[in-house]
């Protein structure tokens, strides 16, 4: 399974087994964090991986794993959706190594700063006691009719890259983004409503608004797509009512 493929089968797994990650593993899992390719060259993001040794998580929806990874970026939202972006390209090589995962939303663990940057939130990791995968098909997600106002009807390889984000998860499986597609432009949009009003809700928006971006960057590196993501100043200036604006990805072929 590659990391495109993990898309398709990952899952949140609650349950690790205490089995030891092999040191040859941990090692490709930290030199694959080092070469990730970012959204934003200007934000920073820091992946910090440890043991759960005999500190105690302390936070909300808590799962116990034997392995975890601290998040740290920047408090704006470009670093936050950076960071969206990043850690689920690690969450997808996990995948593919035949490691289960789970984003932590509400968990304290680890250090709480990183040369200057706040932990945003935690990812478990391990082997999973049950299943680690599963079928796309199972997954508990909007169907793309309800996420997406097509203008044109979309190619084969435009399909598939939107399946890819669809799948993206969220916190609260919240699958704040929605699509406009316009021949081969998706105008991206991340949803608002009375919860995002809480600055900790929004923020965990724009993570997943990085989340999906990757989804969608994976899926057109697999088909060769070439992207170009471009923000769209009258855009960004309008003001909707459920929705903000996020970026413009254009498709060339
Ligand atoms: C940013 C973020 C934070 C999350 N926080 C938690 C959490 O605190 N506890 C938990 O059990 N699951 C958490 N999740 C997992 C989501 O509930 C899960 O991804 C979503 O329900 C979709 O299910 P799936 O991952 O199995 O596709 C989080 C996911 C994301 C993306």
């Known amino acids: 399974m590659n990391v495109y493929e993990a898309i398709y089968s990952r899952r949140s797994v609650r349950r690790f087994l205490t089995d030891p990650v092999p040191e040859e593993v941990l090692g490709q899992i930290r030199r694959f964090i080092r070469n990730i390719s970012s959204l934003d060259h200007k934000s920073r993001v820091e992946i910090e991986m440890f043991e759960r040794g005999n500190e105690k998580l302390k936070g909300l929806w808590k799962v116990e794993a034997p392995f975890y990874l601290a998040v740290y970026c920047g408090g704006d939202t470009a670093s936050v959706r950076n960071a969206g972006y990043v850690a689920e390209q690690v969450v997808l090589y996990l995948t593919s190594r035949e490691l289960g995962t789970c984003y932590l939303g509400e968990t304290k663990a680890g250090m709480q700063e990183k040369d200057g ?42 399909k598939a890259v939107l399946k890819a984000a669809r799948l993206a998860p969220s916190s609260f499986n919240s699958q704040p983004w929605r699509f406009v597609v316009y021949g081969d432009r998706v105008y991206i949009f991340a949803k608002r409503d009375a919860i995002t009003r809480i600055r900790r809700m929004a923020a965990l928006r724009d993570f997943n608004i990085g989340i999906m971006l990757s989804h969608i960057m994976l899926a057109a590196e697999e088909f060769w797509m070439n992207m170009e993501t471009v923000t769209e100043e009258q855009f960004l200036k309008k003001a909707y009512k459920n929705g903000d604006y996020v970026c413009t990805i254009v498709f060339h072929s």
């Open 117 to 158: 940057l706040g932990r945003f939130l935690v990812i478990a990791f391990g082997y999973a006691d049950g299943p680690a995968f599963r079928d796309p098909a199972t997954a508990r997600r909007l169907p793309l009719g309800s996420l997406c106002v097509y203008k044109d009807e979309p190619g084969e390889n435009l």
